[in-house]
T-cell receptor, first 118, second 116 residues
Framework: DGGITQSPKYLFRKEGQNVTLSCEQNLNHDAMYWYRQDPGQGLRLIYY???????QKGDIAEGYSVSREKKESFPLTVTSAQKNPTAFYLC?????????????????FGPGTRLTVL | GENVEQHPSTLSVQEGDSAVIKCTYS??????FPWYKQELGKRPQLIID?????GEKKDQRIAVTLNKTAKHFSLHITETQPEDSAVYFC???????????????FGKGTLLTVNP
């Protein structure tokens, strides 16, 4: 299960606090993604990045922020502005899907971080 | 944007029976359709995918069919086994080429239970 890792596995946050979730990959993938998973809701895209120093909002970006300073790392910050942050967070990576040789490529997922607000 | 609907939300079958999960998508330009399996407490993993230039793809007991005209695709699992029990997600995306943005839109998932 190597390749893409997330830490911590469990995270508890008090209301009003910002927390940062780590995501690291050693697959030399260009693209990285953050999803939120809630029961019965599937996977919803928070942010994604196709290249270093560039990222795009997904469908539910409000209350979250990201950075992509290194190709291997894509940390997600859950800010106090996120009203319902308790969820399972999944990070994923893939090779650059915008290249001509690519026609949709597999996303590899990390093991996830379960965030609970106390 | 793309919208993916997945049915049923839960499916229970007897071991050895077949299971079928169906998805519809809204963006006629979508051209890549993967299926992910997520076992309890684990990460999603790709089990099969299909691109819009083919209508069917098989891998042992798993097959996926695509109907572009109707904008729906289905996952078929034959000779189900207890280890097939998991949540299955369909997804769709549109490759537009040349540096354009790319993202997967997922269905809400189907909890498959295979009873021994």
């Amino acid at each position: 299960d190597g390749g893409i890792t997330q830490s911590p596995k469990y995270l508890f946050r008090k209301e009003g606090q910002n927390v940062t979730l780590s995501c690291e990959q050693n697959l030399n993938h260009d693209a990285m993604y953050w999803y939120r998973q809630d029961p019965g809701q599937g996977l919803r895209l928070i942010y994604y990045s196709q290249i270093v120093n560039d990222f795009q909002k997904g469908d539910i970006a409000e209350g979250y922020s990201v950075s992509r300073e290194k190709k291997e790392s894509f940390p997600l910050t859950v800010t106090s502005a996120q009203k319902n942050p308790t969820a399972f967070y999944l990070c994923a990576s893939s090779i650059d899907p915008s290249q001509p040789r690519s026609f949709g490529d597999e996303q590899f997922f990390g093991p996830g971080t379960r965030l609970t607000v106390l | 944007g793309e919208n993916v609907e997945q049915h049923p939300s839960t499916l229970s079958v007897q071991e050895g029976d077949s299971a079928v999960i169906k998805c519809t998508y809204s963006d006629s330009a979508s051209n890549y359709f993967p299926w992910y399996k997520q076992e309890l407490g684990k990460r999603p993993q790709l089990i099969i995918d299909i691109r819009s230039n083919v209508g069917e793809k098989k891998d042992q007991r798993i097959a996926v069919t695509l109907n572009k005209t109707a904008k729906h695709f289905s996952l078929h699992i034959t000779e189900t086994q207890p280890e097939d029990s998991a949540v299955y997600f369909c997804a769709a995306s549109r490759y537009a080429g040349g540096g354009s943005n790319y993202k997967l839109t997922f269905g809400k998932g189907t909890l498959l239970t295979v009873n021994p």
